[in-house]
């Protein structure tokens, strides 16, 4: 991981900043971004010299392929500011080997890992003032991926553009959800692309989730989908359940993103003594240990939310209420994570990276 | 279907045609547009007034949704042109009832009747020196829908763009393929949304049918995601096994498109008291008849090639050669198929739309 600035990026800076304009007490989640983004584009067999433009408008053919073919990937990083000002990321090279590990099951040419860092480093050092300190709050970065060549045949492109753009996020409270355990609709399948943070992962899943929301219910946790016995993954978190003290999760597939969260969450688990069972979990065993008491609680991990408890979930028609724990492993391991991430406590993991 | 102008559309015309610059017997399939194409966008829980303008570049914010989510849905259709110069459509009924299908499954809005058929009408017209008569040319048309909301929030977007852009087509002989039976790779999901027409569908064939074309195949014939027992489609084209003298294809189902060619195969075929078996079909029972000597033909079956004849396949690490068919079904089929969409048969089943 390079932390330099070399000259390899052209900068063009905007003359007057936008940031007053902007009311950093009510967000809306990624629908404000900051005054420049990174941009690089591929052409003739090679990434171009990266860029960082004022933000603004992208002007594509209709027939480019990604309106077409969905190839697109994307990632989803978050910018911390601690109390001296320093602004630090959290393992950005596993967003960085993620993003590639995407491209390259959508058929996209791989990105330099010298292009993603230096974009990074020189764009969050221009975006200082838009990552404000308090915990909770930061600056989340979308860098993504997509095929920008003008042509309907329905084949790889051979032009891309990688941007990364970047939109404050505040920390709110959207309460504890309630989630649909799915028996008909699935989000992907073997031999797939699932574990791809891939534009075609997310489409599919807003019909089935709108219909969730008609019984009550925020969200969708994934099963398999040969026979929906197994559970997978929430929409945009891997997922967490707690039997009685034992922490369960289900394994990375070709259908499960590896999340960064989950992986973060194992590992301190495992730290602190806590057991840890990655192995296939049936929705059975869970509806089970609902019944008997034993299933303490349920989670969902990953950077947006960092770790979003569930109260109650649905399945076959039934609806299983969680008891409210004291001292949850959510909010422990929520604060723990977010200690780090904020630079409040040590980083044994060296999984801080400083602008 | 309605096959009336009236005042509904807005219409902004070329001053100049570029159709002079264009070598009408040098086309890449997909990659020269005419000089108009077709907008409405949604907007305020409402689709507005569709116009009909200038070919040209779309902008739009590097935040909308169709980059991040791949929210975005598609059709394709020819536009055929007879002796006397007229401009023929072949079901377009079909596609816009599966455009709607596939929206509906991507939480994005029905696009309305009226506005589908008289911006087609319209703009056919306006095109007209763009469809070249001669079986086998044609103008191919594609409608789509792209989530134009500016947000990386990951839910269905407020905002939409309906298009249509139409590229003149020329007839060509790309050879018998040699198509590889997946084993590992899958198209889609139960549960998930292969039966739409959704961009989310194809981004995820582009690497495995590359690493097909590694060992000599064009296209792959993707099998059921559970066991890959069963043959399902190719990536843009139903498929079809003559055993004997009875045709074979898949069942439609929530993993497989529901092509308006395959359709009118069954239709056509039936008509002429040739069997037709619409069963799930073994990837086991294809190897049999290959090595017993009854698989006489496989063919693909879409709106692009039309019928496109497979000459081999590879399963499993053998490769499988087809003795070439005097009188095939293939070359029977795109004849009467033909015959109907350039109005040189009866058109028996209705099937012909005159612009
Ligand atoms: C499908 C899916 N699963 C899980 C996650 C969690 O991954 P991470 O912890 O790396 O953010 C995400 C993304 O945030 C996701 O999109
Ligand atoms: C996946 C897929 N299957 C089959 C087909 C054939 O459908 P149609 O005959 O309607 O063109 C297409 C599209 O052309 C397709 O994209």
């Known amino acids: 991981m390079k932390n330099t600035i070399s000259g390899l990026l052209e900068i063009n800076k905007v003359s007057t900043s936008k940031i007053d ?34 933000y603004g408008p992208l002007t594509l053919d209709p ?43 959508l058929a996209i040419p791989e990105f330099p890992e010298d292009y993603f860092f230096e974009g990074l480093n020189t764009l969050l ?10 915990v909770g709050n930061s600056l989340y970065i979308r860098p993504f991926v997509i095929a ?25 409270y959207s309460g504890d959800v309630s989630v649909l355990v799915a028996e008909k609709f699935s989000r992907s399948a073997s031999g797939g692309f699932g574990y791809a943070k891939a534009a ?28 929906h016995e197994y559970v997978e993954e929430a929409g945009t978190m891997n997922v967490f359940f707690r039997i009685n003290d034992t922490l369960l999760t289900a394994p990375i597939s070709d259908r499960i993103l590896d999340g960064v969260t989950r992986k973060s969450l194992i590992a301190l688990a495992e730290k602190q003594g806590i057991k840890v ?17 034993s299933l303490k609680e349920i989670f969902g991990a990953g950077t947006a939310a960092v770790v979003s408890p569930v109260k109650a979930f649905g399945y076959k028609g039934e609806h299983y209420e969680l008891e409210k724990q004291d001292n949850s492993y959510a909010s ?18 060296g999984w801080r990276y400083k602008i």
């Open 277 to 293: 069972e990655v192995r296939p979990i049936k929705v059975s065993e869970i509806v089970e240990a609902v019944k008997n008491g």
């Open 148 to 172: 920008t060549q003008a042509s309907v045949s329905a084949s790889e492109a051979n032009e891309y553009k990688f941007m990364i753009i970047c939109s404050p996020a505040q920390s709110y």
């Open 63 to 105: 027939s480019a392929r990604v309106f077409h073919y969905g190839q697109a990937v994307f990632e989803g990083m978050k910018a911390y500011k601690d109390d001296h000002g320093d602004t630090y990321l959290f393992r950005p090279d596993e967003n960085f080997k993620r993003i590639n590990k995407s491209s390259e099951r």
């Open 125 to 134: 050092k221009l975006e200082d003032a838009w990552i404000k300190p308090g």
């Open 21 to 54: 304009q902007v009311d950093f007490d009510n967000l809306n989640f990624g629908s404000v971004f900051t005054d420049h983004m990174f941009v690089c584009d591929y052409k003739n067999g090679a990434w171009q010299t990266p860029k960082i433009v004022p």
């Open 200 to 227: 075609g992962n997310y489409a599919g899943q807003f019909y089935p989730t709108k219909l969730a929301k008609d019984q009550g219910y925020q969200q969708i946790i994934w099963t398999d989908s040969n026979a």
């Open 332 to 349: 422990h391991f929520k604060s723990a994570l977010m200690d780090i991430q904020y630079n409040k406590a040590e980083d044994s993991f």
